[in-house]
């Protein structure tokens, strides 16, 4: 297949179905970025092959490929992010994300109160082992998967997984003795 060929194909179908992928996909997933992730993986896959033409139903190709991607995300992924930091007090909810996320204009409090949190983050960090402090660091500051840290690393993805979910359990258990310390 000549590759301008190819490339009007690619086109077509990404126009045909990339909206519908992203319908598919986005109540499957926990936010947006897991969902657009899972789109691109799939578009990747899709403009690999080299026998596109030779596809008989693209579209139930690509709902099965999609639906595959999920599944996949949901055994890599059983980690827990930043995101995942929440607390409630009286007053609701509390996310450390939410306010190392918040602007300067916020106030002095909220400033202090970010620079407090990095601060322990960081210390934090360092405590752990070598390799579970650059699984966490390549995945959450990084924003690399951790199939692509898998691969870089030379490392199963299971191994991986583990020393993701070792640094995060050690990073929430440091990260709510400072929310105590500074709810009180």
Do not use: C
Not at 29 to 56: G, H, P, R
Not at 77 to 105: A, P, Q, R, W
């Amino acid at each position: 297949m000549p590759q301008n060929e190819k490339e009007n194909i690619i086109s077509q179908t990404v126009l045909s179905y990339g909206g519908k992928l992203m319908s598919y996909i986005r109540p499957k997933v926990k936010n947006t970025e897991d969902a657009e992730d899972i789109l691109q993986e799939v578009w990747y896959q899709f403009s690999s092959l080299t026998n596109l033409s030779e596809i008989v139903n693209i579209g139930g190709w690509l709902y099965r490929v999609t639906a595959n991607k999920i599944t996949d995300k949901y055994r890599k992924k059983k980690t827990e992010n930043l995101e995942d930091f929440v607390y409630e007090d009286e007053d609701g909810e509390f996310s450390i994300k939410d306010i190392l996320l918040m602007d300067e204009s916020a106030g002095p409090e909220i400033k202090m109160f970010q620079d407090e949190i990095w601060k322990k983050l960081f210390d934090a960090l360092d405590e752990l082992p070598e390799k579970q402090r650059l699984v966490y660091i390549e995945n959450e500051l990084n924003d690399k998967t951790l199939q692509q840290i898998a691969d870089e690393q030379g490392d199963n993805i299971k191994t991986i997984i583990s020393r993701k979910n070792y640094a995060v359990k050690h990073l929430r258990n440091r990260l709510r003795r400072l929310y105590e310390d500074l709810k009180n």
